[in-house]
């Protein structure tokens, strides 16, 4: 199951829909289908990364090694 839900919300990405991507990230946390470490990595990712770093996240947990992706977000620097 956590392979097919991971599957889904690649799809979610390839398509650029990000609000069903974080729902579905919450309906399978809420299941305990996706380990809690992993499901804020991947809200805080869907909140704020790219796409690319959106897949590059969802391939490092279909790896089934639970918290071994971290996403740091990039600094804004803004001139003052």
Known sequence: MY?????KLRACVAVEQRSVALQLVRVAAEAGLIQPRDAVELMLVLSDGTPRLMVEAIDAMRLGVPGSYRYVPAADYAAA
Do not use: H, I, N, R
């Open 3 to 7: 392979d097919l839900t991971l599957t």
